[in-house]
């Protein structure tokens, strides 16, 4: 019998472990010394079969065992065999709110402009050119509603063009400019809707104010109700505050409310605005985390009684630790999506590695900008060097703060963001924000696996 290679970390009164192939399992003290050591006589023979089950050990020839390992350890990984499948068309970046929190631009972005057809049908080939039979084209903003018509005339275009593509539309709203024309569209072409709440009435209003002043929150809701109504795809995402911190059960509420059964409990990012504002509105990890655990439990406290709801940084980890199947999430994956999984069309034409890419360009940093509609192929796209260092230092078996993480075949890194808060695309930082983040919400999630049963049960109908 030998081991095979593993990460692990004392997890109370237990060890966690986990493998490339994406398995974990739990050992006390006993049996984790016995296993290191190589005392397999003296570990259970359930559990010894268990452990070579899920490639913690094996008995037979290497050459075997690592056929046999690498198909799972593929199966983590066939994000990397789809290549570019999210095209993001950022339609302006004018916008009818000023969130407090915007990452979209910051003060010093005065200059504001609208995506033309031209400009839109070059996006669209280059987005045409991808290995991918199956792709998403995303709008956004600012606020692409502002360029309803060019958002239309991009669909008609592409569904005249596509030949054999499988392309699916969605569009992040505020929903403020939405219209029956636009909903009757939206039908049509099965888009799906995807809009901002932030809990209720006193915390979206403070986060999400009208540019002329004003709250929000009624018109949202009123919107959300009229997407249901005729039967249009809608969800919601939240983005915390420091003021959301203090009541995480109101944002629940206004969840179930609405009846909306999918809840992202978002961390803010410091780029744009929210950089600007760190000091009103951001906290440390620590107390996001505090927050993330009793809103959680909250959200299980609903499926308990009954209604059916999902938080999306727990049901994008749980799918990957016990449903096996590794979302397509750009953020939460190794390599990360920037170019390789999501391409980002400004609305002047040029193309970034992915949304944060652009959001940082917009902050005076172009760094991440990859060509041009006007010049650019898709190849030529995937082979520039700014696409393959981003990649590069995006893989997490290549990062030593990373490799020897017990979480790290379910994280993912962005180096987007370590370079907007660190000025090098490598963190220099190890356990930084966003990384305490994450290790927090697993922590979470695998004390819930470990010593809850009845909560698994309820995780399993999240995948």
Not at 93 to 101: D, E, P, R
Not at 145 to 164: G, P, Q, R, S
Not at 194 to 218: A, E, F, K, M, Q
Request: hydrophobic content about 35%.
């Amino acid at each position: 019998m030998k081991i095979n290679y593993f990460n692990f970390k004392e997890f109370k009164d237990k060890y966690l472990l986990t493998n490339e192939q994406g398995n974990f399992f739990f050992l006390n003290k006993f049996d984790f010394k016995n296993l290191i050591n190589s005392n397999f006589d003296m570990l259970d023979e359930t559990m010894l079969e268990e452990l070579k089950k899920y490639f913690f050990v094996y008995d037979e020839d290497e050459n075997v065992f690592i056929e046999k390992a690498s198909t799972p350890y593929r199966d983590n990984k066939r994000y990397v065999f789809d290549a570019t499948c999210l095209h993001i068309f950022v339609m302006t970046n004018a916008c009818n709110m000023c969130c407090i929190y915007c990452q979209a631009q910051d003060s010093e972005q005065l200059c504001k402009g609208m995506m033309d057809k031209k400009t839109a049908e070059k996006a669209v080939e280059i987005a045409m050119q991808t290995p991918s039979n199956s792709i998403t084209f995303e709008f956004q903003g600012g606020e692409p509603l502002v360029n309803f018509e060019v958002i239309k005339y991009i669909v008609e275009y592409t569904e005249a063009h596509k030949n054999d593509k499988n392309v699916t539309y969605t569009v992040v709203t505020n929903t403020l400019l939405l219209t029956d024309e636009m909903i009757a569209f939206f039908k049509q072409f099965d888009f799906a809707v995807s809009t901002s709440l932030d809990g209720n009435r006193d915390i979206h209003d403070s986060n999400r104010p009208r540019i002329v002043g004003g709250g929000t929150y009624d018109i949202v809701c009123s919107n959300i109700k009229r997407l249901q109504e005729n039967m249009v795809g809608v969800g919601a995402i939240q983005t915390t505050t420091r003021k959301s911190l203090s009541d995480p059960q109101a944002i629940v509420d206004a969840y179930r409310e609405l009846n909306l059964h999918y809840l992202f409990l978002r961390p803010l990012t410091p780029l744009g605005y929210a950089n600007e504002h760190w000091d009103e509105i951001g906290y440390t990890a620590e107390e996001f985390l505090q927050f993330y655990k009793v809103a959680l439990a909250a959200i299980i406290q609903c499926n308990k009684e009954g209604y059916r709801i999902c938080e999306g940084h727990a049901s994008i980890f749980l799918r990957k630790i016990i449903g096996h199947v590794s979302d397509n999430y750009m953020e939460l994956r190794s390599p990360c999506g920037a170019g390789i999984g999501q391409l980002a069309y400004y609305y002047d034409g040029k193309i970034y590695t992915c949304d944060e890419g652009r959001m940082l360009s917009e902050m005076g940093m172009p760094d991440f900008q990859l060509g041009d509609v006007k010049e650019s192929v898709y190849d030529d796209l995937m082979e520039s060097r700014v696409c393959k260092v981003t990649c590069q230092a995006s893989v997490l078996e290549g990062i030593p703060q990373c490799c020897d993480c017990v979480y790290h075949p379910y994280c993912g890194v962005c180096p987007v963001i370590n370079y907007a808060m660190e000025q090098n695309i490598y963190s220099r930082q190890a356990n930084g924000y966003r990384c305490k983040i994450y290790k927090g919400i697993l922590d979470i999630l695998f004390e819930y696996i470990n010593e809850d049963i009845e909560i698994l049960e309820i995780f399993k109908t999240w995948l």
